[in-house]
Nanobody
């Protein structure tokens, strides 16, 4: 049984840093997407940072240069390092994984992973609050 477990988020001041982690367990093979999304009330869930199994990554324009996504294969853990945080980064952050599709290298791109429709496993969400 696949489980997606996010770490507890937190509250920081503007300009601060925070790292989220997400342990994905119960699978034996991953060749598609994993990613971080976020959502604020009354808005759609949006992609923040995504990664393919080959290490290729993609970012939303609003976080590029400030956030870094990474994956530790030995620990089955996905990370999101967030620097230079802004009040507009305040949201509920979700970790997600697509473990049901096989994607051959060179046939799938980070842009494909930016849609929520690509994912079939989601974490419960963790709150990140950035105060001014």
């Amino acid at each position: 049984q696949v489980q997606v477990m996010e770490s507890v988020g937190g509250s920081v001041q503007t300009g601060g840093s925070l790292t989220l982690s997400c342990t994905v367990s119960g699978y034996s093979y991953w060749s598609s997407c994993m990613g971080w999304f976020r959502q604020v009330p009354e808005k759609e869930r949006e992609a923040v940072a995504v990664m393919l199994a080959d290490g290729d990554s993609g970012y939303a324009d609003s976080v590029r240069g400030r956030f870094t996504i990474s994956h530790d294969k030995d620990k089955n853990t996905l990370y999101l390092q967030m620097n230079s945080l802004r009040p507009e980064d305040t949201a509920l952050y979700y970790c997600a994984a697509d473990l049901d599709h096989e994607r051959a290298p060179g046939t799938w791109w980070p842009s494909h992973c930016m849609s929520t429709k690509e994912y079939n496993y989601w974490g419960q969400g963790t709150q990140v609050t950035v105060s001014s």
